[in-house]
T-cell receptor
Framework: SQTIHQWPATLVQPVGSPLSLECTVEGTSNPNLYWYRQAAGRGLQLLFYSVGIGQISSEVPQNLSASRPQDRQFILSSKKLLLSDSGFYLC???????????FGPGTRLTVT | KNQVEQSPQSLIILEGKNCTLQCNYTVSPFSNLRWYKQDTGRGPVSLTIMTFSENTKSNGRYTATLDADTKQSSLHITASQLSDSASYICVVHLTGANNLFFGTGTRLTVIP
């Protein structure tokens, strides 16, 4: 069966510090991968998606970047965090096309 | 403008009672509509997914309906349980694109 992992579960970082969140998927190959952010009281916002290794599409201009160094690994990064980067970050995967999406457990990021 | 609006924003019901959550969308062209359940601090979990041609779909005590003409969907929860307390998110997929439009969710609280 397929599983999706995210870490860390929670993170508190000062403004201006770097960020690296990791997402890995097991039990499937060549998944579509997604990074979402959910601000308090807001809906999910798609940040990045990837249909293959090294292929990243950005949905909104921002302080963040994403990379996919391996087929089942998706990384969300920032060189310098802003207060507005605080939120709940979710990684998701789907099969071919844009079928059912399966979400990871999420990372709660607080920028202080 | 493609939008997904959910109502009510929050809802409190007694255990054992039924409830109905609403989702109105303006996304076009429409491919499919999904309902997710998101427990606090966790990733969303899929409840139902309906294509344009489907009017209703059930998953246990959850029944989703879709009226593609009026662009409305509802999620009916029967005989609510305390574990139903969560946010319920309506998501609409735009045809032919890697675009999902998320509602901001309805926060349901079931009290004993």
């Amino acid at each position: 069966s397929q599983t999706i992992h995210q870490w860390p579960a929670t993170l508190v970082q000062p403004v201006g510090s770097p960020l690296s969140l990791e997402c890995t998927v097991e039990g499937t190959s060549n998944p579509n991968l997604y990074w979402y952010r959910q601000a308090a009281g807001r809906g999910l916002q798609l940040l990045f998606y990837s249909v293959g290794i090294g292929q990243i599409s950005s949905e909104v201009p921002q302080n963040l970047s994403a990379s996919r160094p391996q087929d089942r690994q998706f990384i969300l990064s920032s060189k310098k965090l802003l207060l507005s980067d605080s939120g709940f970050y979710l990684c998701a995967w789907s099969g071919e096309g844009i079928g059912e999406q399966y979400f990871g457990p999420g990372t709660r990021l607080t920028v202080t | 403008k493609n939008q997904v609006e959910q109502s009510p924003q929050s809802l409190i019901i007694l255990e054992g009672k039924n409830c109905t959550l609403q989702c109105n969308y303006t996304v076009s062209p429409f491919s499919n509509l999904r309902w997710y359940k998101q427990d606090t601090g966790r990733g969303p979990v899929s409840l139902t997914i309906m294509t344009f041609s489907e009017n209703t779909k059930s998953n246990g005590r959850y029944t989703a309906t879709l009226d593609a003409d009026t662009k409305q969907s509802s999620l009916h929860i029967t005989a609510s349980q305390l574990s139903d307390s969560a946010s319920y998110i309506c998501v609409v997929h735009l045809t032919g694109a890697n675009n999902l439009f998320f509602g901001t969710g309805t926060r349901l609280t079931v009290i004993p």
